[in-house]
């Protein structure tokens, strides 16, 4: 069973930069597997920021840019701002109509 | 606007069933892919299942394979989750999600939450 990986936690200086990966324990990352990535605050549905590796959905500000990088995809997060404090999930799309999420990214702006 | 309003949630029994609604507006439902995503209390996301347009295709997570079934009614702009043979572990809240370009989740509900206890 492949898994998709992301890093659990990561942290970030206002008006920083920081940029969060989503890998495969076996295998990369390309735009085959359509990456896309969500913002999640507690007690909130999720929100699109990216789709199709660097596509941003629409009202998505331009500090929020996707990509990939060597093997994995990647969020950065340009001039990151408190409200950027969230949890961030990539999803990928392994083919015959399957989806996986990653375990998730907790960031942390201080 | 779109909305995606998901109803049907509750607390049920281990071994019971469940069927989850989900109404769509503001967009061209029939025009589109629709998926289930759950989230276990403080976990993270987990794609459930996918619809394809006009109901002719489903695939589903292998751990709901066999259990879960998902379908469409294009006419009354609803998803639908028929979940059975309920299981503690499939306690979370459950999103529907639309796709706009087919491999992403563009639209989201604001989940209902299904309580598998005894």
């Known amino acids: 069973q492949t898994v998709v990986t992301q890093e659990p936690s990561f942290s970030v200086s206002p008006g920083g930069t920081v940029t969060l990966t989503c890998g495969l324990s076996?295998?990369?990352?390309?735009?085959?597997?359509?990456p896309s990535w969500y913002q999640q605050t507690p007690g909130q549905a999720p929100r699109t920021l990216i789709y199709?590796?660097?596509t941003r959905s629409s009202g998505v500000p331009d500090r929020f840019s996707g990509s990939i990088l060597g093997n994995k995809a990647a969020l950065t997060i340009t001039g990151a701002q408190a409200d950027d404090e969230s949890d961030y999930y990539c999803?990928?799309?392994?083919?015959?109509?399957?989806?996986?999420f990653g375990g998730g990214t907790k960031l942390t702006v201080l | 606007e779109v909305q995606l309003v998901e109803s049907g949630g509750g607390l049920v029994q281990p071994g019971g069933s469940l069927k989850l609604s989900c109404a769509a507006s503001g967009f061209t439902f029939s025009s589109h892919w629709m998926h289930w995503v759950r989230q276990a209390p403080g976990k993270g996301l987990m794609w459930v299942s996918r619809i394809k347009s006009d109901g002719s295709s489903a695939t589903y997570a292998d751990s709901v394979k066999g259990r879960f079934t998902i379908s469409r009614d294009n006419v009354k702009n609803t998803l639908y989750l028929q979940m059975n043979s309920l299981r503690a572990e499939d306690t979370a809240v459950y999103y529907c999600?639309?796709?706009?370009?087919?491999?992403?989740?563009?639209?989201w509900g604001q989940g209902t939450l299904v309580t598998a206890s005894s």
């Open positions: 999803v990928l799309y392994m083919g015959s109509g399957i989806w996986v």
């Open positions: 076996s295998g990369s990352v390309s735009t085959d597997y359509f």
């Open positions: 199709s590796t660097n």
């Open positions: 999600a639309g796709a706009l370009y087919y491999f992403d989740f563009a639209y």
